[in-house]
C-alpha cells in the first residue's frame, strides 16, 4: 500500500488552531483520499476515524465550514478536545477515484479498513475510535465485526434499518439505481435531507446552503451501490459480532433511525459497555442541526477516558 500526503491547511477554529492535512492511499487500483484535522502537533492522541454515508465525501459531511456557524464541524470539535481526527472518502466519493461500476457495502468496508491500518502505523496506536454516519453504518459496523481490535470505540450514528422511513419511500427508485452506478443530485435534493421529518425551526439556513454547495461541488455525481444495499441487503451487520463498546445515536426527528426499529439491535450487543441516545431537535443531519452541540457533548463524553 502506498501513501503520501499533501501540505497542511491550517485556520483558526474557535479558540484553538486547527490544522488540517490531506493524505493519500494507493492499493489495488483505487486512490483513497482522507482527510485529517488536529490542534497543535497530531502526535500522541488519541485517534478518531469518521465514515461517511451514502451520498456525500468525508470531508464535506464532518468538516463544513459555515462561517456564522463555525461550531457545526465535528472534526474541529473533536480536534480542540485533543483527538487526531481522521476523514475518509471510500471510492466512488469525493477526491478518491470513481469506479465506473456499482459499488458495494464491502468494497467501501475494505477501504475504511485500508484507512484504520494506515491511521494506526502513521500515529503509532492499536486502536482507534470509529464514529459512523447513516450508510456508513453498514460499511464500519463491517469492520468492526471483522477486526474488533483495531477498535476502541464505536458510534453508530443514524444507523438504519429495513423498515426505515426513508428507505420505504426509496423503493420506488431501486430499478433507477440498479440502471446507472452513479446519479446526480440537484441542489433540492442535498436541502432535502435536513426536512424530512425534521422541523424547519432546527435547521440554519446558512448552514443548510453550505452544504448544498460543498456537496454539489465534491460529489457532482453520487454513487447508487449503496442504496441498491440498502434497499435489498439489511441487515448488513450483525450486533451480536460487534465486541467492543458501542454508542448508537440518532436525531429525535431522524428518517431512517428509530427507537422500534434499532432497539432488537441494541440488546444484542455483547459489550456491557453500551448506550443508546437520542439527541432533540436533530434530524438524520444532526451533526449540523440544533442538535449539534448536545451530539458532540455525547461523542466526546463516549470517547474520553473516565
Known amino acids: 500500500m502506498a501513501s503520501e500526503a499533501q501540505s497542511a491547511l491550517s485556520r483558526n477554529a474557535g479558540d484553538v488552531p486547527v490544522d488540517g492535512v490531506a493524505h493519500w492511499l494507493a492499493q489495488d487500483g483505487i ?5 485529517e484535522k488536529f490542534a497543535g502537533a497530531p ?18 459531511s464532518f468538516d463544513l465550514q459555515v462561517a456564522a456557524h463555525p461550531s457545526v464541524s465535528l472534526m474541529d470539535c473533536l480536534a480542540q478536545q485533543g483527538f487526531d481526527v481522521f476523514a475518509p472518502d471510500v471510492r466512488g466519493f469525493g477526491r478518491s477515484t470513481l469506479p465506473e461500476t456499482h459499488l458495494t457495502t464491502e468494497q467501501a468496508s475494505v477501504d475504511l479498513n485500508a484507512v484504520v491500518d494506515y491511521v494506526r502505523d502513521l500515529r503509532g496506536v492499536d486502536q482507534v475510535h470509529l464514529l459512523a454516519w447513516s450508510w456508513g453504518t453498514q460499511y464500519a459496523g ?17 444507523q438504519m434499518h429495513g423498515e426505515s422511513h426513508d428507505l420505504i419511500l426509496r423503493r420506488s427508485r431501486l430499478d433507477a439505481f440498479r440502471r446507472t452506478p452513479y446519479i446526480r443530485i440537484t441542489d433540492a435534493g442535498w436541502k432535502l435531507r435536513f426536512y424530512s421529518l425534521t422541523p424547519e425551526e432546527v435547521n440554519e439556513p446558512e448552514v443548510v446552503e453550505a452544504f448544498a454547495l460543498a456537496a454539489a ?10 442504496q441498491v444495499d ?9 450486533a451480536a459480532q460487534m465486541p467492543v463498546p458501542v454508542m448508537m445515536i440518532h436525531g429525535q426527528h431522524d428518517d431512517v433511525a428509530d427507537l422500534d426499529g434499532l432497539l432488537p439491535f ?10 443508546y441516545v437520542v439527541i432533540p431537535d436533530a434530524g438524520h443531519m444532526m451533526h449540523l442541526q440544533l442538535g449539534h452541540r448536545l451530539f458532540q457533548q455525547a461523542v466526546l463524553a463516549f470517547f474520553t477516558p473516565p
Not at 502526535?43 to 464535506?60: D, F, I, M, N, Q
Not at 469492520?143 to 443514524?158: C, D, E, I, R, T
Request: hydrophobic share 40%.
Open 31 to 35: 486512490r483513497l483520499h482522507v482527510w
Open 43 to 60: 502526535e500522541g492522541k488519541p485517534v478518531v476515524v469518521l465514515a461517511h454515508g451514502s451520498a456525500t465525501a468525508g470531508r464535506e
Open 142 to 158: 463491517q469492520l468492526v465485526m471483522a477486526q474488533p481490535h483495531k477498535v476502541a470505540k464505536y458510534v453508530s450514528y443514524a
Open 217 to 226: 461541488q465534491s460529489q457532482p455525481r453520487s454513487p447508487t451501490g449503496p
Open 230 to 238: 440498502l434497499l435489498t441487503r439489511l441487515p448488513l451487520v450483525d
Open 266 to 275: 441494541f440488546r444484542q450487543l455483547p459489550n456491557a459497555d453500551k448506550r
